[in-house]
């Protein structure tokens, strides 16, 4: 089975820094997903790591360690337009499990 | 626009009615994923084709659903005799087989709503 837990919510201001984690225990791993989705929009691709460390990519940065079953993502300089739905994924075999997601409010 | 599309946006039926969903992936990608998401949830898995062959189906996936893709090209998702519990958003999804990681590309979605 698939377990992948996060956050509800989280609140940040207009430039700030915010550190959204995710845990998981599932019974494949090929991979870590975040990905974003608007309210009322699919979901974006942000970030992929299979490997410990961390990937950075502008202003989004994720973190992987297999052997914690931990990811977290990072988010700086943050806009308004970064209030989202943060979702984390696993990939198994060939399909994604994903959690429930992290609700970012980001505050003037 | 080469993106993976979805139709309609939004069906509105009454309880015991028949609707059927579209999905165009993105025309390289011989993967394709139906997710279903529900208000405050992440997308749970349905159903999965490589080319015109279902895969593997989801237990959530009872038999009053069904999907198709039957060139390996669009998929369709029909939902019969829908139940208020079925509302939701059903998301299509699609990826390249072969790639160093499947990222998967989403629709835009179908928002049903059962009255």
């Known amino acids: 089975g698939q377990n992948i837990d996060q956050p ?77 739905s943060y979702l984390c994924a696993v990939l198994g075999d060939y399909k994604l499990s994903f959690g429930a997601g992290t609700t970012v409010t980001v505050r003037a | 626009d080469t993106g993976v599309s979805q139709d309609p946006r939004h069906k509105i039926t009454k309880r015991g009615q028949n609707v059927t969903f579209r999905c165009d992936p993105i025309s390289e990608h011989n993967r394709l994923y139906w997710y279903r998401q529900t208000l405050g949830q992440g997308p749970e898995f349905l159903t999965y084709f490589q080319n015109e062959a279902q895969l593997e189906k989801s237990r959530l996936l009872s038999d009053r659903f069904s999907a198709e893709r039957p060139k390996g090209s669009f998929s369709t ?17 699609s990826s390249p087989s072969g790639a160093p990681y499947n990222e998967q590309f989403f629709g835009p979605g179908t928002r049903l709503t059962v009255l």
């Open chain 2, 77 to 93: 998702l029909e939902i019969q005799r829908t139940e208020q519990g079925d509302s939701a958003m059903y998301l299509c999804a």
């Open chain 1, 8 to 84: 509800t919510e989280m609140t940040a201001t207009e430039g700030a820094i915010v550190q959204i984690n995710c845990t998981y225990q599932t019974s494949g791993f090929n991979g870590l997903f975040w990905y974003q989705q608007h309210a009322g929009e699919a979901p974006t691709f942000l970030s992929y790591n299979v490997l410990d460390g961390l990937e950075e990519k502008g202003r989004f940065s994720s973190f992987l360690s297999r052997s914690k079953g931990y990811s977290y993502l990072l988010l700086k300089e943050l806009q308004m337009k970064d209030s989202a």
